[in-house]
């Protein structure tokens, strides 16, 4: 069965500091998304990543696709409390187009 | 370009009841998914539907639940004699032809909740 945990759970930080959560699996993956979910909304698609090693900005957020494609982090810089919300890294099942969710890293950004 | 709509976006229920939740995918995408989240979890895989189509089910319980996606009208995902169980929020997303499970566009949800 393949897996996606995330890491943190949950994180509570003031505004201004930088955070990294993390996507961890034991297999490998062809790509990975991200996605950030506000309460009671669906979640919002931030970035695709393809290839082992890479990395994607999109303005404070940072992402990278471990080498091994099998791990993958999204850094934030400067964080602010528009940033608070669910974040979920998903994949898609090998061989087949079921998409894995990991749990998600609740993020609250204090004010 | 209109997103992904569904609705109704909350649904109450008494058991035993039927759920029909309906999503309307984005204009020209052909391929539909939906997903059930608990609160506090992530999103779980339920099936995946082209029109008229079922692609993958693997995720959907064996009794009580079905979807279908028509050649004309939303899919629906259909819920017989519910129970308490099946409270959930429950997603639909969409994707264009080619992109299959990479790029996927959420609806807002519906809101199930069985008294």
């Known amino acids: 069965t393949q897996l996606l945990e995330q890491s943190p759970q949950f994180l509570s930080i003031q505004e201004g500091e930088n955070l990294t959560v993390y996507c961890n699996s034991s297999?490998?993956?062809?790509?990975l998304q991200w996605y950030r979910q506000e309460p009671g909304e669906g979640p919002v698609l931030l970035v695709t990543?393809?290839?082992?090693?890479e990395v994607k900005k999109l303005k404070r957020l940072t992402f990278q696709f471990g080498d091994a494609r099998k791990d993958s982090s999204l850094h934030i810089t400067a964080a602010q409390p528009g940033d608070t919300g669910l974040y979920l890294c998903?994949?898609?099942?090998?061989?087949?187009?079921?998409?894995?969710f990991g749990a998600g890293t609740r993020l609250f950004v204090k004010a | 370009n209109a997103g992904v709509m569904q609705n109704p976006r909350h649904l109450v229920r008494r058991r035993g009841q039927e759920a029909r939740l309906r999503c309307s995918p984005m204009?020209?995408?052909?391929?539909v998914y939906w997903y059930r989240q608990l609160p506090e979890e992530g999103l779980k895989f339920m099936v995946y539907?082209?029109?008229?189509?079922?692609?993958?089910e693997s995720g959907m319980p064996k009794e009580r639940f079905s979807a279908e996606f028509p050649k004309e009208g939303p899919s629906i995902l259909r819920i017989q004699q519910v129970v308490r169980g099946d409270s959930a929020a429950y997603f639909c997303?969409?994707?264009?032809?080619?992109?299959?499970?990479?790029?996927?566009?959420f609806g807002p949800g519906t809101r199930l909740t069985v008294l």
């Open positions: 297999s490998v993956f062809s790509s």
């Open positions: 990543v393809v290839t082992g090693g």
């Open positions: 539907l082209q029109k008229e189509n079922i692609i993958d």
């Open positions: 204009k020209g995408h052909s391929h």
């Open positions: 997303a969409s994707s264009p032809p080619g992109t299959t499970g990479i790029t996927q566009y």
């Open positions: 998903a994949a898609v099942h090998t061989g087949g187009f079921k998409t894995i």
